[in-house]
Every structure is written in structure tokens, then in C-alpha cells.
């Protein structure tokens, strides 16, 4: 079966400070590894996915991933938070040998960025 | 861009209602999504679909039926509305592939009275 943890419920950071959101999975094969953020009142929007390659994943709005396949991690980070990256967001993984199956969310993280 | 059209943004009905959520996607997809949202829960699967009349159930389909009928449209329906069924709902779409991510419709925030 797959999972996806998110461990923190709320991270808060100051502005211009690195920010990172943390996610950790269990699949049985290797993993498609996908993040989202979600603003009040809106869908998700897809930021970024690892596949295979580079273990280093850089995706929309200055957000970038790192997959450690050792930890079964792959936390979301940037360099420098903005007060508008203040939302929702949530990790997905596929079993990349089940083939066509829904994406496994985990719960959300809500991140707060304070000027 | 992918576009994911729910036709309702906020909708509000009865106990014992028959109530129709109605998304549609313009990318060609083969695969479409309900899931519901509840805070504290995250995403949960209802129904979906890879393809035209096909359906399959997910982690919460009892209360629940789909339909879809055409490629574009995937159809949610709460046969008898409660109050339970008080929630978040998204549609999502994606092209058939275990890489590709699905794409997501603004949400119907759904009260049922």
C-alpha cells in the first residue's frame, strides 16, 4: 500500500528566511513524488514532481525538492519565503509500478510566512 | 494550460436532495477525480474514472454514484443528500501515465442543510 506522512500540521516562518516542508512515503516499488499548494478558496496547484534523475527537483514560484531515497523523504524547500507563499500544501506519491493509479495525498501542511 | 471547470463554486441544498456536481476538462484527459476535502483529513478519494463509462471506486464511496457519459465531463452525484456529505469538492483530470500529475478545478464548497 502507499502513504504519505506530513508530520508538521503548521510551519511558521519569517520572511526571507529558507523554508522547508517536510513529507515522507512508503511505496512497495520506486516513487512518483509530486507537491501542491493550495490558496484559500482554490484547487491544488501542481508545483513540482520527481520521477526519476537528478535528486534535486526544481519546480514553479522559486520551490524546489530534494529526494532522499534512504529516508523515503522529499521535502519541499526555498531559499527565501514570501508572505505570499503563505498557504496550504500537500505531498502525493504513486507507486511507479502500479502504473495509472490516483495520486495518495498526504494531510497538508499549512505554512505561515510573517513579514 | 489545463482547464478544470466545476460549474459551481459554492452550492447550498437539503437534507434528501439528489445533488449533481458537474466538472469538465478541456485537455483530452483520460483519467478524471472526485475527491472530498475536510480539514484535519486532507484529499479523499471518492470515485474515478480512466475512461469514458468506466468508473471505480475509491476510499469513500458509500452515498456516492458517478457518471461519465463523455471524455470532457465527469459527473459526481449525492443520491439523497446529508448532512455529512457538507464539504469540499474537487475534480481532477490527468493524462493516462504514472508520471503525470493531475491537475485540479477550483473546488464546490458544498452545504447541505
Known amino acids: 500500500a502507499q502513504s504519505v506522512a506530513q508530520p508538521e500540521d503548521q510551519v511558521n516562518v519569517a520572511e526571507g528566511n529558507p523554508l522547508t516542508v517536510k513529507c515522507t512515503y512508503s511505496?512497495?516499488?520506486?516513487?512518483?513524488l509530486f507537491w501542491y499548494v493550495q490558496y484559500p478558496n482554490r484547487g491544488l496547484q501542481f508545483l513540482l514532481k520527481y520521477i526519476t534523475g537528478d535528486n534535486l527537483v526544481k519546480g514553479s514560484y522559486g520551490f524546489e525538492a530534494e529526494f532522499n531515497k534512504s529516508q523515503t523523504s522529499f521535502h519541499l524547500k526555498k531559499p527565501s519565503a514570501l508572505v505570499s507563499d503563505s498557504a496550504l500544501y500537500f505531498c502525493a506519491v504513486r507507486d511507479g509500478s502500479s502504473g495509472n493509479t490516483p495520486l495518495v495525498f498526504g494531510k497538508g501542511t499549512r505554512l505561515s510566512v510573517i513579514a | 494550460d489545463v482547464k478544470v471547470t466545476q460549474s459551481s463554486r459554492y452550492l447550498v441544498k437539503r437534507t434528501g436532495e439528489k445533488v449533481f456536481l458537474e466538472c469538465v476538462q478541456d485537455?483530452?484527459?483520460?483519467?478524471m477525480f472526485w475527491y472530498r476535502q475536510d480539514p484535519g483529513l486532507g484529499l479523499r478519494l471518492i470515485y474515478f474514472?480512466?475512461?469514458?463509462?468506466?468508473?471505480e471506486k475509491g476510499d469513500i464511496p458509500e452515498g456516492y454514484s458517478v457518471s461519465r457519459e463523455k471524455k470532457e465531463r465527469f459527473s459526481l452525484i449525492l443520491e439523497s443528500a446529508s448532512t455529512n456529505q457538507t464539504s469540499m469538492y474537487l475534480c481532477?483530470?490527468?493524462?493516462?501515465?504514472?508520471?503525470?500529475?493531475?491537475?485540479f478545478g477550483d473546488g464546490t464548497r458544498l452545504s447541505i442543510l
Open positions: 474514472s480512466y475512461d469514458v463509462k468506466m468508473k
Open positions: 481532477a483530470s490527468n493524462r493516462q501515465g504514472g508520471n503525470q500529475p493531475q491537475h
Open positions: 485537455m483530452d484527459h483520460e483519467n
Open positions: 511505496v512497495s516499488g520506486n516513487p512518483y
